[in-house]
Each structure stands twice: as structure tokens, then as C-alpha cells.
């Protein structure tokens, strides 16, 4: 009988029995993620274990592990490491600090709030190269705005990026120029849920401000600060086009991040194994602060749950 | 019946084989796509191809252009050649690229095709050896080695590459401060020599002169120049100092060589040596040279990043009096809509090393790219695109391209007589193509030329020392030729 009504149908009813009916709808997305993501993830995984190089015809052996020992016992590798903890740490730290000031301020009600919030919102809507581009002009030393300024200070040029602390500070700048007011939404956010009830009793306790912060409007910030961090930490590590566009990695190598130092490895060098090495090494870094991520997004559901 | 319809068959068939053999071959629908970089001599290429090209084998044959920004020309070149996509049949290519495709197995070796058409061999012979040496041969062959083998093809030596667009660099300068009759007086009572104005002044400059010249002309804004107060400051000199690319090596080069340095030599491998002759006596003084006059330079020479269209941009808005830069970014200097100074420029020879005798060694590192042919093609496409190298290197159409805004790398073209005025650089250009050498074109050429790019970069913001920055890169280059068994 169940085969007469399957007759019946055909082979659209059949597929498109509740049954089989979910399994369908995540098919082609499964299949893109396994085309665009998996197999490619699979493939230079295993080429991180050959000795292959894409612009060159010889067939590549079977190298071990030896890709990851030179990789980690390259000193230019620990260099632009170094770095790119340099650059994390100095732009989170920013973008923290302009972020919450800017939080604070727009929690407040003040005339054309909306309007000045949705220009603060601009920069992290601009693309990154774009960004690198007004900054590169923004410190050019001849006719840019920054050394323009300076010049009513000094009687010589002012030339952002000629030494590595400048440079390092260029690009901590321009990072955290469009990136604040990412962390000021979601400060913002924290602030805005603080119950008004609680100010109120806290005044008539006649608490400080500094009391009232510590012990009110942080706890409910605090993980959403956290995943802010994160957030940023995480995006700010795989920092490349910024840095390339403004810097190019100069002076010398002082600002090439690992991003920078892995793109060099693979699409100009061609050294394909071993960027593929570097690269799992990265991803491995990265998969471990996503995970501190999900904690802290889990752990935030939880107390808002 | 059955025998009278297989008679009359065969006699059918016969009649549309002879038919078919009395006929030339038949015509085909052709498209070359040729990746190429996005500025004037590409572009004219293309107008020109449409408008004039017609296939002697009577195909009806497109050239399709993908034009590539300068900027991401290598990535997406090297991109599309090594996923395999085989999407060119024709390139414009960095020599330098040269080593790393043809072992990739993409550019196509053409020296069977130039032996067996004398038309290609006549273009071949007809070349300047310097772009011949630099643009086609792989391994790379000096222009001494190919002269000294007296013949052309010549015996082992293999030809990859044309001419597209043979550059060269040559000094762009300002006229209406150059011949101001106070600025030259002053100069002359300072220095006690000319302050170049002529043609004729540049072939006589040397480096020590363009010094002086950057120190005369170091002006700040309210200071007077050429008789006008100046509103923004004003710099003499400026040549390449940038990190990106080449965009240091190829101005560095021309030091070392002039002062009688060398870089690693391909050529002489595997015996040629990095470390003892890249970080020589020689080479370090040379070095040292060129960024004595980075001082002169406007600001941004202080950031490492005084590229070849930096200091075509700041020479365009009037901040600079004489930059040295490739004859390729000429044509939008003399552009009304784009440049401040397109009535007041003239082109000079760059400046060179005085040798004992009084002469000018004016050595360089060649600009431009050759053209090649991908190893894909059919038959048919490798014999279409051969006819387009020939229509692009024949006279009328290489007088059309320097017209433009090209260059022509042809011997004959170049002693045509009106082409030293069918540009303004023309004079200079040609001046300048004997004295050209080239980079090195081995597949590690990128590895080779970042590292040293870094170093080069590190001396020019005043991080580290000339004979640092040189021992560094000499270092770099023993071990990594050692590992790739370029130095025994």
C-alpha cells in the first residue's frame, strides 16, 4: 500500500516527505561549506606535511612534521608574533578605552544623540582598505592632515611613520578608529539594561560615583566587556589589510603581523607547505580564543537567563 | 548498386579533400586573452590591436585584455597561473618573473618558433641585446655572454619573452627652475658649476651635482623660488626609496653597479658568490652614497615608502624640482587635467658615477616588461600570437605605441629620425637602454628581493647602518642560493 502511494508521488513526494524534508534544506548549504571551507581546510592540512611548492612542477614528498619544526623555530616567525601581540594588545586596550568613554557619553540623553551616534558609528561600516587608505593619507608628511596640524607646533615635518613606534602607533591608531565604536555598542548595550531603580536606591544610600560603578553598572557590563575583548582580540590578530596598506610591514619588518608574514609566505614566495604549517598554527590560536569566546557568550546568556 | 554508391562516395569525398587543400587555411574565431597591467602602453595596445590588426592567417582573432591594477599585477598573475585555471594565452610579465614561471611550467619556451621563422629571428636580432638578455633568456644570459657568442638565436640559449614595454628611467626635471637665470647664478656662486638646464647640462651630472642640486633647492614655504614666494615647502631631488616591491633595489642597483659592486651573479652560478660580494667594500660605499642624499628628498623619504608613483604624484604637484623615475609614469606629468607642472617639465638623462677619465657611467636597472606565450595554447593560438608579437614589433606599429606614450625596444625604430621627437623622452630613453642591466631572474627571485627590500628599508628610515643592512642581506641570500643549489 506504502509503495503504491510512493508510486503515486513519484520522486518528489518522496523526497520531499517530512522525513527527509530537513536533511534537504541543509544539503546545499553543507555541500558549499564542505566545497568552500572543509575540503580546502582538509587539503592544506595535509599539504603542511609535503615539501610542496604551487609554482613549481616537482612532486612533493612526504615531509613529516619537519613544515611545523621549522616554523616554530624560525625566529622571524616568534618576531612577527611579537608584533602582532604588540599591535593586539595596544589597539584592544584603545578601542576599550574610547569605546566605554564613548558609551558612557551616549547612554546619556543630549541633543542630536541619534544623529552624532550614527556618525560615530561610520567608521567600522567603512571597508578596511578604505580605511587604510585615509590613513596612509592622513600621515603622508608632505600634504597630510596629521603632519599638517603638527606643523603649526613645529617648524619641520612630522613624519608618523618613519620609526617603528610610530609606525606601530599608525596602524594602533587607524585599528582603533574603526573598531571603538563596535565596543561602544556593545557597552552601550550593557548600560542601557542597568535597572534605573538601582541608581536611584544607590543615591539615596548616598554612594559614590566610583561605588555606584563598581558595585551597579559593571556587573552588568562586565561580560559584555569580555566579549568585547575577545571579539577584537580575535579579529586584531588576523590583521592584514590595514598594515599592508599603511605600512607594508616598514620600517624594515617592525610592523608585519603574522597575517602579513603568512600571505608573503604562500602567494609571493610560494612556500606552500610551510605557510600551510604556519597557517594551522594560527588557526590553532585563533580556535582557542573562539573557545574562550563561546564561554564567555555561553556564560553571559547564563546570568541574563 | 551497393558498389556504384561506394564509387560515387569516394569520388565525393576525393573532390572535398581537394577542394579543402586548394584552399588556404580556414579562418577561425581567435581570442588571446593577455593579462596586462592598467596604465597607458597596455591600453594603447589594446586600441591600437583593434583598430589596425588584421591576422595574416585570416582568422578573426580578439585580443582580450584583463587589465590587472599595478599594484596586485604579481598576486593575481601568480594566482591565476598556479590554480591551474589557464585562463591567459599571453602575459606581460616582470623579467624577473621569468625563472619562477618557466620551472612552474607556464611560460612557454619559444626558441624552436624564433629559429624557424625568420621573421621572429629578424625581430630577435633586430632587438637591443640589453632587453634581449634581461626580457628573454632563461637561464639568464648577460649581454656580454649573448655578444660574445656572435650569433643570434644563440646556440643553448633560451628565449621566453618580447618587448611589450622596455623602460627605462631617466631624470624628470622643471624647466622654469632649472633655467632661471637667478636660481643658476646662485648656484653658480655657491658650488662654482652649472646648475643643469639643457639636455646637454643633464649628460654632464653626476651624483654629486644631484646632491647639490637637492641641498640648492631644499626651500620652505615663504621662501622665494625661481623669483615666486613658495606657499608649501619645496624639495630639489627625489628617486626611489620605497619598501614595496622593488621600489629601492632598483635605484640601489645603479650605485653598486657604477661604483664597480655587483650583486649576486646568476649568470656565474654556481660558482658566483652572495656573501664578500653583495656586502663589498664597494657595495657598502655605494650604498652609503645613496642615502646621503636621501636628506635632500621630500619627508616621506623618511618613512621608507618614496615609491616610483610617490614621487611622480609630489613632482606633479609642484613640490619637487627633479625626480628620476621611469619613463612609463611620463605621460601623465605632461596632462593638464592631472599635473601642475605639464607646460614647465623636461627630460634628461638620470644622473651617473664619474669615472677616472671625466665619463659618466650611468649603469641602471631596467624597467619594463616583455611579453610571453602560455604553455597551454594550441597550435593554432601559439602560431595567432606569434603574428600579434610580430604586428606589435613591426615598425609602423612600434612608431604608433611611441607616439603614445610606449617605447620601442627595436634598434631600427630607435634610430628613426623623428623618434627622438615623438616624445619628449624619447632622447633620454634611448641614451639610457645601452647602459641596462637586470635583477636577478631566479624562481626564489621574491623571497630574494622582500628580504632585501626589509633591509634596504631599515637603512633608509636609519634604523641600521649601509654595511648592517648589506651583511644582513648577503647573509640571507648565501644560505638561502646554498639551500637551493644556486652556490656550491
Known sequence: MADAAGRQGGFGAWLLDPKRRGALLVTPAITIL??????????????????????????????????????????????????????????????????FLLALLFAKEFPLRRIVLMLVLTPMMLSFVS?????????????????????????????????????????????????????????????????????EAAEIDRASAWRRFWTITFPYIKSLLLLAILFRTIETFKLFDIVYIITEGGPGSSTETIAVFLYRNAFQFFKTSQSSALAYIVLFIVIVLTNLYLYAVNRRAQETG | MQTRKLISGLMGATVLAAGFGATPALSADITI???????????????????????????????????????????????????????????????????????????????????????????????????????????????????????????????????????????????????????????MDKYGTNLPCSYEDWQDTDWTKWGQIGEFFQRKAGDMLAGETLEDDFYGIAY??????????????????????????????????????????IAVAAFEEYLSYLQYMPPVAQTGQMDIFVIQDLYMQGKVGAIIDWVGLGEPVLDPS???????????????????????????????????????????????ALNVVKWWLSRDTQLAATANGGQSGLMSVMADPTYNDLRPWNRAHVEMIDWQKDVWH???????????????????????????ALDAVAEFQQELLEDAGYIE
Open chain 1, 34 to 99: 564542505f566545497v568552500m571551507n572543509i575540503f580546502p581546510l582538509l587539503w592544506s592540512f595535509g599539504l603542511s606535511f609535503f615539501n610542496y611548492r604551487a609554482n613549481r612542477l616537482n612532486v612533493p614528498s612526504f615531509r613529516g612534521l619537519s613544515n611545523y619544526e621549522r616554523v616554530l623555530t624560525d625566529d622571524k616567525v616568534w618576531e612577527r608574533f611579537q608584533t602582532t601581540a604588540i599591535i593586539v594588545g595596544s589597539s584592544v586596550l584603545l578601542q576599550l578605552i574610547i569605546g
Open chain 1, 131 to 199: 580605511v587604510g587608505v585615509f590613513f596612509k593619507l592622513f600621515y603622508e608628511p608632505t600634504f597630510g592632515i596629521v603632519s599638517y596640524v603638527m606643523n603649526m607646533f613645529t617648524d619641520d615635518a612630522f613624519v608618523t611613520l618613519a620609526t617603528p613606534a610610530g609606525a606601530i602607533a599608525g596602524i594602533v591608531i587607524a585599528d582603533a578608529w574603526m573598531w571603538s565604536p563596535f565596543v561602544m555598542l556593545l557597552v552601550l548595550a550593557g548600560l542601557v539594561s542597568v535597572p534605573k531603580y538601582l541608581y
Open chain 2, 33 to 187: 586573452t593577455m593579462a596586462a597591467p592598467d596604465w597607458p602602453p597596455t591600453r594603447f595596445m589594446k586600441e591600437h590591436f583593434d583598430a589596425t590588426y588584421q591576422s595574416p592567417a585570416g582568422h578573426n582573432t580578439v585580443l582580450d585584455m584583463d587589465f590587472i591594477p599595478w599594484p596586485s599585477f604579481y598576486e593575481r598573475v601568480a594566482a591565476s597561473l598556479t590554480s591551474g585555471e589557464q585562463k591567459y594565452q599571453m602575459i606581460v610579465t616582470d623579467s624577473q618573473w621569468l625563472g619562477a614561471f618557466v620551472e612552474g611550467g607556464y611560460y612557454m619556451n619559444l626558441t624552436d618558433k624564433i629559429k624557424a621563422d625568420p621573421e621572429l629571428t629578424a625581430i630577435l636580432q633586430d632587438l637591443h641585446p640589453a632587453l634581449v638578455s634581461a626580457y628573454s633568456t632563461y637561464p639568464h644570459k648577460t649581454r656580454a655572454q649573448l655578444e660574445e657568442m656572435g650569433e643570434v638565436p644563440g646556440p643553448g640559449v633560451n628565449y621566453y619573452g618580447f618587448p611589450q614595454f622596455p623602460d627605462t628611467y631617466v631624470t624628470f626635471y622643471r624647466e622654469d627652475v632649472f633655467c632661471h637665470e637667478g636660481e643658476m647664478a646662485a648656484f
Open chain 2, 240 to 281: 626611489q626609496a620605497g619598501k614595496g616591491y622593488d621600489f629601492s633595489t632598483m635605484a640601489i642597483n645603479a650605485f653598486i653597479w657604477q661604483k664597480g659592486g655587483d650583486i649576486w651573479d646568476e649568470s656565474k652560478a654556481p660558482d658566483a658568490q652572495a656573501e664578500g660580494v653583495v656586502n663589498s667594500d
Open chain 2, 338 to 384: 592631472a599635473s601642475t607642472v605639464h607646460d614647465k617639465s623636461a627630460f634628461g638623462p638620470a644622473p651617473g658615477t664619474r669615472q677616472a677619465d671625466g665619463s659618466i657611467d650611468r649603469t641602471g636597472n631596467i624597467g619594463g616588461q616583455p611579453f610571453v606565450l602560455t604553455t597551454w595554447n594550441s597550435d593554432e593560438v601559439v602560431d595567432e
Open chain 2, 442 to 468: 631566479v624562481p626564489d627571485f621574491f623571497e630574494l628581493l622582500t628580504q632585501q627590500q626589509e633591509e634596504f628599508d631599515k637603512a633608509i628610515t636609519g634604523q641600521i647602518g649601509a654595511k648592517e
